[in-house]
């Protein structure tokens, strides 16, 4: 059969990068310049404030037993089938708080008006060990029929016996809301720092500090080694991992000026349900002899028994004492990742976990490439059409035509590539040349093909197996 290429890895935008998670709320701190709270709404004994400081946030009055009240966000658009994280990265419950914390999602139809289904998590008092800093995370899948997916905070249940405690309040400083990430996908919140606000979803202590000051929308973290005293870490925590799971997690473009001279140190922290018991660390060095733009650098650790939360750290001490003021003596890390480490899995070219039409796509589009990923053959040298066969053929187990990858060409894959006819597409949409395009080389192919399956016919299937046993007796 004569196959048209095409290679046109810019054309489809097909990388194997990792994904990043993204926030779908907007004025995710409740301090957008318009006033407190621009984008959410309020019901009942809940408002927007900066009382704190011009440190704006969502306030919620559990102080009168009769009190209720909530925030949450409209017009946020969702899909069925797909799981989303919600987490309030920033918590103040005051010490005599006494009243049930909602937190949770609700899912509406196209008006975003008929709710058709929740996932809600409910925290009572005991349930919060600390007056600041409390990071709540829940996690839902939106029901069928979703169109939008509602983020909402809200309390309930206050203490009966309340007569006007007047302290009795929470306070939401900081949110994210993101698609669950899948495997091989960025797991960190805001992996560039950036904002509003800027460091949002980062934890810092000490000589550490989040900005934009080399342009415009550059943002950035500072790690401040310009005095003997300084030291500092930061960190990213309530992120879920699993004991015996490999995690990397990269510094993906560091800037360290020439007069740099302390410990820097990257690495992984293992928690158990709590997150607050460290269970174990894999901390390494970096090597700072090399200075200048764009440097890189990548650690993996496997978490450790009973770990639930995996935490990236980024620390600096030892800075030279001699230190009086060396206003360029800093690091500054721009853009990081952490992702699970997949096991190595033959034809998951996109490394997502999964072989399926995505690495048939990207296969087409690095056809020449001499990356070892892309050798599914493994005949060596640059990736060809032989490889494209041996993922299709051999570890899918499919045929060409087949566009839903079910093993069998028929009416289905010849109505998904009647629906795309004439535009670009991938593999599911009937493009089965690599060429980008759904057209009739691709109708050709599919009609060599039809009616034909890769699964064996029962019969056959017995005539195979009993040709097996009667070569194995001859043996």
């Keep these: 059969m004569q196959r048209l290429l095409f290679t046109a890895a810019l054309a489809l935008g097909l990388t194997a990068t990792v994904s990043a998670r993204t926030n779908l709320l907007v004025n995710p701190d409740f301090n957008d310049p318009e006033g407190f709270g621009t984008g959410w709404g309020a019901f009942g004994a809940a408002d927007f404030n900066a009382f704190f400081g011009a440190n704006g946030h969502a306030s919620l009055y559990a102080d009168r037993a009769e009190n209720i009240g ?33 937190v949770g999602l609700e899912y509406y139809q196209a008006d975003d008006a008929t709710k058709i289904g929740e996932t809600l ?22 029901v069928p029929g979703t169109v939008y997916v509602r983020p909402i905070i809200q309390f309930n249940n206050v203490n009966g016996s309340y007569a006007g405690q ?21 797991l960190l919140r805001n992996p560039g720092a950036g904002g509003p606000p800027l460091g949002h979803a980062w934890n810092s202590a000490g000589n550490i500090g989040f900005n934009e000051f080399f342009g415009e929308d550059n943002a ?9 005293v300084n030291s500092g870490y930061v960190w990213q925590q309530k992120i879920d991992g699993e004991a015996g799971k490999e995690y990397r997690f990269t510094l993906e473009d560091v800037r360290i000026e020439s007069s740099w001279d302390a410990d820097l140190r990257f690495g992984l922290e293992f928690y158990g349900d709590d997150d607050a018991n460290k269970l174990g660390e894999v901390i390494v060095p970096i090597d700072t002899s090399t200075t200048g733009d764009g440097l890189s650098f990548t650690m993996a650790a496997t978490a450790v028994e009973g770990t639930a939360y995996v935490r990236p750290i980024v620390s600096f001490e030892n800075v030279n004492f001699l230190y009086i003021e060396e206003p360029n003596a800093n690091a500054f890390i ?59 053929e051999q570890v899918l187990g499919s045929l060409y035509g087949d ?5 069998t060409v028929d009416l289905l894959d010849l109505s998904s590539l009647a629906a795309s006819f004439d535009e670009a597409g991938g593999w599911a949409n009937g493009d089965y040349n690599g060429d980008t395009i759904v057209n009739l080389l691709d109708l050709s192919i599919l009609a060599m093909n039809f009616n034909q399956s890769s699964v064996p016919e029962p019969a056959a299937a017995a005539l195979i197996t009993l040709g097996w046993m009667i070569q194995r007796r001859r043996v």
Excluded: C, K
């Design 166 to 186: 007047s302290q009795a309040n929470g306070f939401v400083f900081d949110t994210f809301l993101s698609e669950t990430p899948n495997p091989g996908e960025d």
């Design 334 to 392: 721009f853009d990081t990742t952490l992702e699970e480490v997949l096991p190595d899995l033959l034809g998951d070219v996109n490394r997502d976990g999964v072989v399926d039409d995505l690495d048939i796509d990207l296969l087409y589009a690095n056809l020449g490439s001499t990356d070892p990923l892309f050798d599914i053959g493994g005949n060596g040298g640059a990736a060809d059409l032989s490889d494209v066969d041996a993922l299709v």
């Design 220 to 228: 950035h973290i500072s790690l401040f080694a310009d005095t003997g």
């Design 121 to 142: 998590s409910i925290y009572t008092a005991e349930d919060f060990a600390q007056v600041d800093g409390n990071f709540l995370s829940m996690t839902g899948t939106a």
């Design 70 to 102: 909530g925030v949450y966000q409209l017009g946020i658009e969702g899909a069925q089938g797909t799981s989303y994280t919600f987490d309030l990265l920033d918590v103040r419950i005051e010490s005599n708080w006494d009243a049930d914390l909602i």
């Design 403 to 407: 566009s839903n990858l079910d093993q």
